[in-house]
């Protein structure tokens, strides 16, 4: 089979994963009473009106009595909520995969901390966000990864001997230690021992001699109380974004040290992340290495006299590497749900933030529309991850899309 | 298969690991095969270091839960402690001016009023007069309170102090007290002192107040004397003592730094036991089973059963876990406040227990259905078949005990995050639990560093940055965020040394 062939077949055998995906958060939506679905497709009433989604109203010629509510009505109508279920069905799929997948509340606790979302689409909102999440996630996985392959190796090497178990200690105690304390310790210890702000890792203080305001979101970016001159890259008090993507758009500005500071800034809560999601690989690359050297063929090599090193290293190394990649996928979707836990304590700017102030119950509302929406951005990243890993699982062993 | 039964026994050498089962003599019962194959794996278990360690931690913490069984103590909701930064009695000497008529000593003026109670006074005046009475209780219901005290010529003096024990207080409204006097000479100095709760720090309504017991200047057993500043943050105290009362081995767990309130760790994870075990073991129970369902009937029927079961595995493996979990128990707990008419506990748990059971089958059917794959292709489910055996039969007789070991190794993985994947919800702010103050592990050390709407770690960061500012003390409570924690990481990393040991022990490739 043709690679291209392989890709497309794939690309087909998405299709009922989407929309299967779809349809659990559908039943699961199905759950909530209607105010809340009204309120999850178009954004959570305000607070000066916490009524707009009852059923009924006081009528307007006698307050005495109950009459209908207009506005309920008419959205009960335009997600099909008075039809049968399957119908109903169809109108959320139309909506997800038209990119319609609610609004954000106006009295939600995300419409408080960032003023701007308030109201708006929920697929614009996370396309303002998504840029830093992903920036994180791709910082984290070339650590785990750099961490793993070695380690991994060199435990498998010296089986049972003390670096395979100061590897597993250091694997399981990754996983085993909660990430919401981990990442408070280091924040504690950097506001403590290091004395910086508890700000620090979530914004860049790039003003150039202005100081900055963090009430408003910017793609990522701090606002900036300028100085009278501005630098021709700050329009209107904060940094122009074309992308999206905080280091991407410093690079683009020509601010080479800004890039480097954000990737700096990234380290930390980067770690963090993959110190808590190391096991999976570390584990499996062992456990792979370990099968492939107990193989024929590595014993021939060891008896026709190749050194050690040489063995590890090109014989089992290169072939326990292609079986490392499929777990890249479950790494992946492992690894993004602490996201929610990393961004809310450093206050980073992405989803998982975003996630964790939509379900601030404090005030008894829940921002179902981020809730949802970010669930299944975050399902669809990971299918992606796992369709781009099964292609270049196909591209490493072809025997995998041969057969 | 006739090959290997006509071979003879390996002998197994005393000290080896026991062989595997071979063929017995005739009219001989069989022996089970799985616990001649338990038996091998807890030979290799037993060699294995770090299995062990998470074997004894593990059996530690089941008998931490066993004991916490047997204190009578409420189990929804941790018992709140009041603090009181005074080291003595809070008496409120009054020295009346002696006029030689009657006088009123106010309370009122003191304490802002005395709260409904019971309440020691003494009086005391100089040598030369007895008062009467010298001492005695008031008590303060729900009206002002006058006693009066008439004063003789001669006597023995101050009288020792025998205060009356005090009880908790009751609504939270203030009543005067008032002592009149009478029979004393102009001029002679007189006081009134009294032995009260402590109702300008601890606010009634609360379960426990500090109280002075009779006669002793130290404080009563739910009261703490904390340092001055932060009256809730208590460090590990020496002594021991049950649950609930007395000193506090583990320190204070405190979620608003700055108040008096304050819970006791020891007891929050000792109780914690109890629930983190329970529920962890009843979500990874009704998961497994859910899965061992499916996955059998997916891999017995195969074709198309087989086909559509695996997808739906797929679409719910795709889904991160922590964000299926988030999704579903916002929900439900929205949609559904209370089930099958049972109480809020009772309801948030088995919801909290549907949630968590809906994300994690999919693992376990995946496990299983790969393991009927192998397994019905053996000889001994052929002769089965052959000799009649039905769908049903193969799959609960053969299938499934034949896939036990390898969802055991899952289970006892998952068994270790479930505490791990509450104390991140309490963390985001989940009320999954009714009240904040659950005696759950993940719920207590998420709390210790701020959790449920909480922001404990900010208030002390806050306290410590303004300390280096030159403003008061910084205070960080190490005990509360290290206890808790340290519980749930030993819980945790325990469950996985013993699965890794497990799996190594079950695993004949990995074992060479």
Known sequence: MQMWV??????????????????????????????????????????????????????????????????????????????????????????????????????????????????????????????????????????????????????????????????????FSGFAFPAFLLSSFVLMGAVIAVGVSTHYFARTPWCPTGEVTYSEFHGSWPQCVLPPTNPSWLVGGFISHPTGFPTVDAVIHHQYWLALDTVLR????????????????????????????????????????????????????????????????LTFAFFISGFPVIEYVFGLNGIGYLLALSVVNSKGQIDFGIVFGSTLLFTYIVVGANLIVDVLYAYLDPRVRLS | MQAEAAAPTPASTPGGPPSLPTTPPKRQRRPNPRIAQAMRTWYFLRRNTLAMVGLGILLVLIALALYALTLPLSYSNLTPYCASSQSTPNSFPTTGPSTGTTVDVNFPNQ??????????????????????????????????????????????????????????????????VTFVESGLAAGTPWSVSLNATSPSVCTPGFVSVCTYPGGSSSVGSSCYVTPAGDPSVIAPTAAWSPLGVGPLPLGSLTVNPGSPYFYNIWDGITRGADWSLLISASIVGS???????????????????????????????????????????????????????????????????????????????????????????????????????????????????????????????????????????????????????????????????????TDTLTTFLTSCQLAAEGYGACVIPWWQLLFPGLTLFFYALSVNFLSDGLRDALDPRLRR
Not at chain 1, 298 to 313: D, L, N
Not at chain 2, 137 to 151: E, L, M, S, W
């Open chain 1, 6 to 171: 392989y890709v497309v077949r794939r690309l087909v055998l998405l299709a009922p994963v989407l929309i299967g995906v779809m349809t659990i958060t559908f039943v699961v939506l199905n759950a909530l009473p209607v105010p809340q679905r009204l309120a999850e497709a178009f954004g959570a009433p305000p607070p000066n009106n916490p009524g707009e989604y009852a059923p009924t109203i006081p009528c307007v010629n006698d307050t005495a009595k109950q009459c209908p509510n207009p506005v309920y009505v008419r959205d009960v109508a335009r997600l099909g909520l008075d039809k049968p279920v399957p119908y109903q069905w169809g109108v959320y799929a139309v909506r997800i995969f038209t990119f319609q997948w609610g609004s954000v509340g106006l009295g939600s606790t995300v419409g408080e901390e960032f003023g701007a979302t308030a109201g708006k689409p929920v697929t614009e909102v996370l396309g303002w966000f998504l840029p830093y999440t992903l920036e994180l996630a791709g910082l984290s996985l070339v650590i785990i990864v750099a961490v793993s392959l070695p380690l991994g190796n060199l435990a498998a090497v010296n089986r049972n001997r003390p670096v395979d178990q100061a590897a597993r200690v250091m694997s």
């Open chain 2, 287 to 453: 998961g497994a089973l859910l899965g061992l369902l499916v996955g059998a009937i997916a891999g017995e029927f195969g074709g198309y059963v087989d086909e559509a079961l695996m997808r739906l595995v797929d679409i719910f493996l795709s889904i991160p876990q922590l964000l299926l979990v988030i999704v579903v128990v916002a929900t439900l707990t929205f949609a559904y406040p209370t089930i099958f008419g049972l109480p809020p506990l009772d309801s948030r748990i088995l919801l909290l227990i549907f949630a968590f059971a809906v994300t994690w089958w999919p693992f376990y059917a995946r496990i299983v259905r790969g393991q009927v794959l192998v397994v019905r292709e053996q000889k001994f489910v052929e002769a089965a078949r052959a000799s009649g055996a039905g769908r049903g039969r193969i799959i609960l007789r053969h299938v499934v005990p034949n896939s036990v070991f390898p969802v055991l190794v899952q289970m006892s993985l998952d068994v270790g995050t479930i505490p791990l994947f509450i104390g991140t919800l309490v963390f985001l702010g989940f009320g999954i639990f009714p009240t904040l103050y659950f005696p759950e592990w993940g719920s207590l050390s998420a709390l210790s560093v701020g959790g449920g709407g």
């Open chain 1, 266 to 329: 990234m380290i930390l809560p980067a770690l963090i992340i993959a110190f808590g999601s190391i096991a999976v690989l570390l584990r499996f690359v062992r456990n792979s290495m370990l099968e492939v050297m107990n193989l024929d063929f590595v014993r021939t090599a060891r008896a026709g006299g190749v050194p050690e090193s040489v063995v590890v290293k090109r014989h089992a190394g290169r072939n326990s590497l292609n079986a490392t990649v499929t777990v890249l996928g």
């Open chain 2, 111 to 176: 304490l802002g009023g005395l709260t409904d109670g019971t309440y020691g006074f003494v009086v005391e005046t100089s040598a030369d007069y007895t008062p009467s009475p010298t001492q005695g209780t008031i008590r303060v219901d729900g009206a002002a309170v006058q006693v009066n005290v008439t004063f003789t010529a001669g006597g023995p003096g101050p009288v020792p102090v025998h205060f009356a024990s005090s009880t908790p207080p009751g609504t939270g409204s203030v009543y005067a």
